[in-house]
Protein backbone atom coordinates (compact mmCIF):
# COMPACT_ATOMS: atom_id res chain seq x y z
CA UNK A 1 0.00 0.00 0.00
CA UNK A 2 1.54 3.25 -0.97
CA UNK A 3 0.93 6.88 0.64
CA UNK A 4 -1.19 7.89 -2.26
CA UNK A 5 -3.71 4.54 -1.37
CA UNK A 6 -4.07 5.36 2.11
CA UNK A 7 -7.93 5.98 2.77
CA UNK A 8 -8.50 7.35 6.08
CA UNK A 9 -12.06 7.11 7.85
CA UNK A 10 -13.54 10.04 9.85
CA UNK A 11 -12.15 11.15 13.70
CA UNK A 12 -8.80 9.76 12.61
CA UNK A 13 -5.66 11.07 12.73
CA UNK A 14 -2.53 10.22 9.97
CA UNK A 15 1.04 10.89 10.91
CA UNK A 16 4.17 10.86 9.24
CA UNK A 17 6.79 10.56 10.57
CA UNK A 18 9.67 11.69 8.09
CA UNK A 19 13.32 10.73 9.51
CA UNK A 20 16.56 11.54 8.02
CA UNK A 21 20.40 10.90 8.94
CA UNK A 22 23.83 10.31 7.97
CA UNK A 23 23.72 7.24 10.19
CA UNK A 24 23.71 3.50 9.40
CA UNK A 25 21.43 3.20 12.10
CA UNK A 26 18.64 4.92 9.89
CA UNK A 27 16.69 2.05 8.67
CA UNK A 28 16.62 0.38 11.77
CA UNK A 29 14.97 2.95 13.74
CA UNK A 30 12.28 3.30 11.26
CA UNK A 31 11.69 -0.78 11.34
CA UNK A 32 11.65 -0.08 15.44
CA UNK A 33 9.05 2.75 14.73
CA UNK A 34 6.83 0.80 12.52
CA UNK A 35 7.24 -2.11 14.25
CA UNK A 36 5.98 -0.41 17.43
CA UNK A 37 2.46 0.67 15.69
CA UNK A 38 2.11 -2.95 14.52
CA UNK A 39 2.51 -4.20 17.64
CA UNK A 40 -0.24 -1.68 19.27
CA UNK A 41 -2.72 -2.55 16.45
CA UNK A 42 -1.93 0.54 14.34
CA UNK A 43 -2.44 0.34 10.87
CA UNK A 44 0.94 1.45 8.99
CA UNK A 45 2.32 2.38 5.70
CA UNK A 46 6.75 2.04 5.51
CA UNK A 47 9.24 2.46 6.33
CA UNK A 48 9.28 3.92 2.13
CA UNK A 49 13.05 4.40 1.82
CA UNK A 50 12.97 8.31 -0.17
CA UNK A 51 15.80 10.11 -2.54
CA UNK A 52 18.61 10.36 -0.66
CA UNK A 53 20.95 13.64 -1.12
CA UNK A 54 24.79 13.58 -1.17
CA UNK A 55 27.23 16.50 -0.93
CA UNK A 56 30.80 16.31 -2.28
CA UNK A 57 34.02 18.29 -1.64
CA UNK A 58 37.29 17.99 -3.17
CA UNK A 59 40.18 19.72 -1.09
CA UNK A 60 43.75 20.47 -1.32
CA UNK A 61 45.79 18.26 0.90
CA UNK A 62 48.47 20.67 1.19
CA UNK A 63 47.97 24.19 0.28
CA UNK A 64 52.01 25.20 -1.01
CA UNK A 65 52.50 21.88 -2.78
CA UNK A 66 50.86 19.47 -5.23
CA UNK A 67 47.63 20.71 -6.68
CA UNK A 68 47.94 17.05 -8.14
CA UNK A 69 47.50 15.78 -4.25
CA UNK A 70 43.46 16.42 -3.19
CA UNK A 71 41.41 14.67 -0.69
CA UNK A 72 37.66 14.18 -1.46
CA UNK A 73 34.82 14.09 0.74
CA UNK A 74 30.91 12.80 0.71
CA UNK A 75 28.04 13.52 2.92
CA UNK A 76 25.38 11.20 1.99
CA UNK A 77 21.97 11.92 3.60
CA UNK A 78 19.38 8.74 3.88
CA UNK A 79 15.85 9.41 4.16
CA UNK A 80 12.45 6.94 5.42
CA UNK A 81 9.16 7.75 5.80
CA UNK A 82 6.50 5.52 8.07
CA UNK A 83 2.91 6.56 8.44
CA UNK A 84 0.50 5.67 10.30
CA UNK A 85 -3.43 5.38 10.92
CA UNK A 86 -5.30 5.52 14.32
CA UNK A 87 -7.82 6.82 16.07
CA UNK A 88 -6.70 10.62 17.18
CA UNK A 89 -6.42 9.22 21.02
CA UNK A 90 -4.20 6.26 19.91
CA UNK A 91 -2.20 8.51 17.22
CA UNK A 92 -1.53 11.13 20.42
CA UNK A 93 -0.40 8.58 22.73
CA UNK A 94 1.92 6.62 20.03
CA UNK A 95 3.64 9.96 18.95
CA UNK A 96 4.22 10.62 22.57
CA UNK A 97 5.68 7.49 22.79
CA UNK A 98 7.65 8.18 19.51
CA UNK A 99 8.91 11.74 21.28
CA UNK A 100 9.87 9.93 24.74
CA UNK A 101 10.02 6.08 24.85
CA UNK A 102 11.94 4.93 21.72
CA UNK A 103 15.49 3.92 22.19
CA UNK A 104 17.85 4.40 21.17
CA UNK A 105 17.30 7.19 18.84
CA UNK A 106 20.74 8.24 17.30
CA UNK A 107 21.63 12.10 17.57
CA UNK A 108 22.51 11.90 13.93
CA UNK A 109 18.97 11.02 13.22
CA UNK A 110 16.61 13.69 12.55
CA UNK A 111 12.74 12.82 13.50
CA UNK A 112 10.22 15.45 11.57
CA UNK A 113 6.55 14.50 12.77
CA UNK A 114 3.50 15.58 10.92
CA UNK A 115 -0.19 15.38 11.66
CA UNK A 116 -3.41 15.39 9.56
CA UNK A 117 -6.36 14.83 11.31
CA UNK A 118 -10.00 13.98 9.51
CA UNK A 119 -12.83 15.00 11.22
CA UNK A 120 -16.51 13.67 10.66
CA UNK A 121 -17.92 15.39 8.48
CA UNK A 122 -21.45 15.35 10.62
CA UNK A 123 -20.24 18.12 12.93
CA UNK A 124 -19.60 20.45 9.98
CA UNK A 125 -22.52 19.96 7.88
CA UNK A 126 -26.00 18.67 8.22
CA UNK A 127 -29.05 17.55 5.99
CA UNK A 128 -31.13 20.31 6.19
CA UNK A 129 -31.60 22.86 3.82
CA UNK A 130 -31.84 26.66 4.13
CA UNK A 131 -33.91 28.53 1.26
Known sequence: MSITQTIVGNGRKVVSFNLQGIDRVLPYIAKRIAWA???SGIKTVGPLPLPSTSKQWTVNRSPHTDKNSREQYELKVNK?????DAPIQTADMFVKFVQTKLPPISATVDIKIEERVYLPTEDFYSD???A
Do not use: D, G, P, T
Not at 80 to 84: C, G, K, M, N, S
Open 80 to 84: RLVQI
Open 37 to 39: AKL
Open 128 to 130: KRI
